[in-house]
């Protein structure tokens, strides 16, 4: 039971801290979802740098599966992408499909990489 | 550059906060029953379906206020679904075996991609539209 509390807490924290970033990022007028963009990654950094940490299991429920999960975004890159290709923004669609999965792989290694050091 | 102003109303933060709860624990629950990288993948293709109803169905058809169609999309779907985890998962794969990696990949960017457009094609049906442009 407090294995789910854990991730429940992360994860609302989490998503409050992606709506309220989604938010700054509507205040601007862009091709791309720069906001999603940016969360995705940096989330992507996050969990790579708690993996390399190796965390106790409460505190990686809280802050991996919670927190990281709750705060990066799956279903939204991909509504994202229908969009785009809707209103024939290709080359937006490509870069971002593109970009997200390449720099998300980045961000995880570089993480990783980090928490293995610390 | 700057055109709107920032809107982030008490109860979307809240819906979105108990709603996050909601959708990470699902999420959390799955993982338990499922073993491995493909309780992710179910996660983030079954939320990529959902994700495209809520926002292009319930949201313009239903009487349902503002914070709750935020918290049901960006708050459980948003908190369900989860890119972070992919990238983990995808990179411990790919380092034990670059085929499985990109399998795993592909079918979890190529599912998710189909099963969005998927529900804003059945969310556009259903509002008896003809958009399938």
């Not at chain 2, 550059?1 to 906060?17: E, G, N, W």
């Not at chain 2, 985890?85 to 499985?100: C, I, P, Q």
Request: proline share 2%.
């Amino acid at each position: 039971m407090i294995e789910f509390g854990m991730v429940a807490g992360g994860a609302a924290v989490g998503a409050v801290a992606r709506y309220v970033l989604t938010q700054v990022g509507r205040m601007y007028q862009n091709r791309l979802p720069w906001a999603t963009f940016g969360i995705n990654i940096s989330g992507s950094f996050v969990i790579g740098l708690l993996a390399g940490l190796q965390l106790p299991q409460l505190l990686g429920l809280l802050l991996m599966t919670g927190f990281c999960g709750g705060y990066t975004t799956f279903s939204t890159y991909n509504t994202e992408l229908v969009i785009l290709l809707r209103d024939r923004q290709i080359v937006a669609a490509l870069t971002y499909f593109f970009g997200s999965v390449v720099s998300g792989l980045i961000a995880v290694s570089l993480g990783l990489c980090l928490g293995n050091y610390l | 550059m700057r055109y709107r102003q920032f809107k982030a109303p008490l109860a979307s933060l809240l819906a979105v906060a108990g709603f996050g709860a909601l959708g990470g624990s699902l999420r959390y629950a799955i993982g338990l029953l499922i073993n491995g990288p493909a309780a992710t993948l179910v996660v983030n293709l079954v939320g990529s379906f959902c994700l495209a109803l809520i926002t292009y169905w319930l949201g313009p058809m239903s009487d349902l206020p503002d914070w709750a169609i935020t918290g049901l999309g960006t708050g459980l779907i948003g908190a369900f679904t989860t890119f972070s985890t992919f990238s983990l998962d995808s990179l411990h794969l790919l380092t034990r075996s670059m085929w499985l990696g990109l399998a795993y990949m592909m079918v979890s960017l190529a599912g998710g991609f189909l099963l969005a457009g998927l529900g804003y094609l059945t969310a556009q049906h259903m509002k008896g539209g003809h958009h399938y442009d």
